[in-house]
T-cell receptor
Framework: QKEVEQNSGPLSVPEGAIASLNCTYS??????FFWYRQYSGKSPELIMS????GDKEDGRFTAQLNKASQYVSLLIRDSQPSDSATYLC????????????FGAGTRLFVKA | DARVTQTPRHKVTEMGQEVTMRCQPI?????VFWYRQTMMQGLELLAY????????DSGMPKDRFSAEMPDATLATLKIQPSEPRDSAVYFC???FGQGYEQYFGPGTRLTVT
């Protein structure tokens, strides 16, 4: 089992809709969670971080974390064509030795 | 506008040659990471430093890869000798404190023929 799993997609949503991206992780000592956006040919860009259970909202983005179920999700409201990118889930594990694990990413297409 | 910078942006070399990639972290950031990204493997952590000290390089092939931070403004990743399977995009990222939030440079696209 991969340590961080994401549906590779592509996930296609119409403009203005809500895009829902999901990520599950296997290590229960995971402590911090991140969503990065990566446009084709570009570097990953941090868009959200979440450290505790519940929801965290930032503009059109909402990150949700459920440590008991070991999943983290990203909701994008009012999706725009400019949101079309690959979204990478990242999990940090810090138990004396630091480790960052990225998921393979979910490709999102927002249709105008 | 604080950014991580990387040089070179593109590198084409022949198998067996030495490759050196450089990274300048964001001023004030004390944690630096090296990643490799390929279509097959995705984004893989190769090594990371905190306060210039190497904390983990378990992701690196030790026989040919080496990573250093000669000073707080420069991190280097060397491959010697390079092999075609090293062809990938290499990213440097920096962070502050524990370094949990990482800010990526533009990457070095390496092609080894």
């Amino acid at each position: 089992q991969k340590e961080v799993e994401q549906n590779s997609g592509p996930l296609s949503v119409p403009e203005g809709a809500i895009a829902s991206l999901n990520c599950t992780y296997s290590d229960r000592v995971s402590q911090s969670f991140f969503w990065y956006r990566q446009y084709s040919g570009k570097s990953p860009e941090l868009i959200m971080s979440i450290y505790s259970n519940g929801d965290k909202e930032d503009g059109r983005f909402t990150a949700q974390l459920n440590k008991a179920s070991q999943y983290v999700s990203l909701l994008i409201r009012d999706s725009q064509p400019s949101d079309s990118a690959t979204y990478l889930c990242a999990v940090n594990i810090d138990t004396g030795g630091f480790k960052t694990i990225f998921g393979a990413g979910t490709r999102l297409f927002v249709k105008a | 506008d604080a950014r991580v910078t990387q040089t070179p942006r593109h590198k084409v070399t022949e198998m067996g040659q030495e490759v050196t990639m450089r990274c300048q972290p964001i001023l004030g950031h004390n944690t630096v990471f090296w990643y490799r990204q390929t279509m097959m493997q995705g984004l893989e952590l190769l090594a990371y430093f905190r306060n210039r000290a190497p904390l983990d390089d378990s992701g690196m092939p030790k026989d040919r890869f080496s990573a250093e931070m000669p000073d707080a403004t420069l991190a280097t990743l060397k491959i010697q000798p390079s092999e075609p399977r090293d062809s990938a995009v290499y990213f440097c990222a920096s962070g502050f404190g524990q370094g949990y939030e990482q800010y990526f440079g533009p990457g070095t696209r390496l092609t080894v023929t």
